[in-house]
């Protein structure tokens, strides 16, 4: 697809074998461009050995490279949750693993105390952490390839690199057509996936959805997310009536034995959005401590004081996190009070948790401090 | 302690080194005497080689029984959970395992698609499997030791027998001394969990809990409800005002590999209750199929067709599924309807998920059977 014609309700697409191009009128069209990885853009950033992941084309490549050029030094840039996946994925094949970030925690939009377990388990597993580290160029060899990175802090010799530094939604085609963009650059829509323009809908990683913690339209490209989404455009534009609420901002990613989860705010950005934020962590066994394969886990709470309501929680842990932090997730969609979260009846077995499970003696103890700072 | 005075506010309790009777007043007093084991009470019931499950004492009389004299054949009364864990423990250790059950699945209060798959799981592992088999007689040597069963359905040899047919409250010192017990013959309580005598609470397993879906009090003795009824009735004897809103009725347990959890209401009970009861049941894989460890699991939508509401929802599988119920243990509490469940933001990992986590896709199952049932 080349082109979208809103007035005359029709789009323009090129034939790739021939690159003649037709045009298809439709009744309803939905666009789900979805999004593509930024790319560095120093000195270098075109080397055939610099790499970025985003689909199965991008893995395909640097597995051929690992296997073809038997590379021994990989330099990560970005500490975000692909970085870090990937941080694992290289160890396993035995490379030297840099990680290069520009703060001085690894996943730095988390809260401290949850990035200070992901870089001990990285360290632990051999990585080489980086911090205050961002590159200013990438120098190369005669043959086009990156030999070493060069940062304000030195330089560091490489035999591959990948870029893993976000993404950038796909809208050019939808903003030449006349749809609207968000303040976050992606396509701007409705609770009903409509775009600004008649009978055009999106979805996906290519427009944004509303948060319901923060009450505010964001850019979150996430599988799931855009699954939803998929589901409530297309039930609109085949005539169902859908509407799809929003995020509370859930996502949980493994980096080596350790399991990271959150969802809803961390305490920055809830003080941004005005809320009167205080937390509250916790650690505790994943399930009973006699049980085999019980590990310590650490619970932050982000609430809100005047309302004590919860706002946000973020998780580590080496067994039972990911899938924990999900009850959070539906007490955030539902505005539920810390109070409410203490005393929920959760199923209770020693070897899946002990009778007071991390998520009640989290929310119990958010509630004693909530009551000591009223005293 | 053995009598209570509630008009002079003293408890009379008994010293175990001379039995020499004191008396003690109270201000406020909290009643949490437990349930002992229901004992069978037909011949034979009093043989030494016939044993409850419920406190340490019972669990060390059982081993030491077990390394002493070495049975080679053990039979279980009942199929509920803890003859279902106590199949697990017996058959790791070897002995020929007898489950004698009264009706024709094990676990026969949860719904029948998840009995079918306890079943299939204790008779792969060598559990012999006896329906409709209640005993009517234990035979005894002269020793007074069982060595075999009579049912209606035959007789059986056996070294040993384990009775894991319930619990009974211990209410008859709270009885007597003028507390009111429910229908069910625990301590009625209310949710500051008080009795109807002045300054007396009440928490734990000799007492009722209101469940939030049935409406009604009920008798559930699980160890995570008396853990915060106790608090609770801590909270308000200290004097700080504190409510157990009650439960929805959560459990879990592992057999064999097989997890199986439950919250809310079955089929049944929600039928008579008075719901508009429909169901829906799906299969899925516990995380991403690719990932090492992914498993089938099955997953029961109990719902109300009037109000779109889950009444109750039963998963059984052999990987992720005690640790998920909670999420719709929260939604039971907060009375969600489906349509809002198959939208919640869940986290999404492959190690830990698919992009639609099965409880969204049992949720989007239900919502459309649903639609379906009202064209």
Not at 315 to 324: I, S
Request: net charge neutral; with cysteine.
């Amino acid at each position: 697809m080349t082109k979208i014609d809103p007035n005359e309700k029709k789009i323009e697409v090129v034939n790739l074998d021939d690159f003649s191009r037709s045009h298809i009128s439709y009744d309803k069209l939905i666009i789900a461009t979805g999004a593509r990885s930024r790319k560095p853009s120093i000195p270098g950033s075109q080397a055939k050995n610099l790499f970025t992941l985003k689909d199965l084309q991008d893995a395909i490549a640097i597995k051929t490279y690992l296997e073809e050029r038997e590379p021994k030094r990989v330099s990560i840039i970005g500490g975000g949750f692909i970085g870090l996946e990937m941080c694992e994925a290289f160890r396993l094949r035995g490379l030297e693993t840099y990680l290069f970030c520009r703060r001085d925690l690894p996943a730095g939009n988390l809260e401290r105390e949850i990035s200070e377990k992901i870089l001990k388990e990285i360290t632990e597993n051999g990585v080489h952490f980086l911090p205050y580290n961002e590159p200013v160029s990438f120098n190369q060899n005669s043959e086009g390839e990156i030999t070493s990175i060069e940062t304000s802090k030195g330089v560091y010799p490489t035999d591959m690199v990948l870029a893993a530094i976000g993404v950038i939604p796909n809208v050019e085609l939808a903003k030449e057509a006349g749809v609207e963009l968000g303040k976050t650059g992606a396509i701007r829509t409705d609770f009903a996936q409509r775009t600004n323009l008649k009978d055009i809908y999106t979805a996906g990683d290519c427009c944004e959805v509303f948060n319901l913690i923060s009450k505010n339209w964001v850019y979150t490209p996430l599988a799931d997310i855009a699954n939803k989404q998929g589901r409530v455009a297309g039930e609109n534009a085949a005539g169902v009536k859908a509407i799809f609420d929003g995020v509370v901002g859930s996502a949980a990613f493994k980096v080596f034995e350790l399991e990271v989860a959150f969802t809803g705010l961390g305490f920055q950005a809830a003080k941004e959005y005005g809320y009167d934020v205080d937390w509250q962590i916790i650690e505790a066994d994943s399930k009973v401590g006699y049980m085999p394969g019980s590990e310590r886990m650490i619970i932050k709470l982000i609430f809100d004081r005047r309302s004590g309501k919860l706002l946000g929680a973020q998780m580590a842990g080496k067994e039972g996190v990911a899938r924990r932090i999900n009850v959070l997730a539906v007490a955030l969609h539902q505005g539920m009070t810390l109070d409410q979260i203490a005393r929920l009846d959760f199923a209770y077995a020693p070897p899946f948790s002990a009778p007071f499970d991390p998520i009640l003696i989290a929310a119990e103890q958010a509630v004693k401090k909530m009551r000591r700072s009223k005293m």
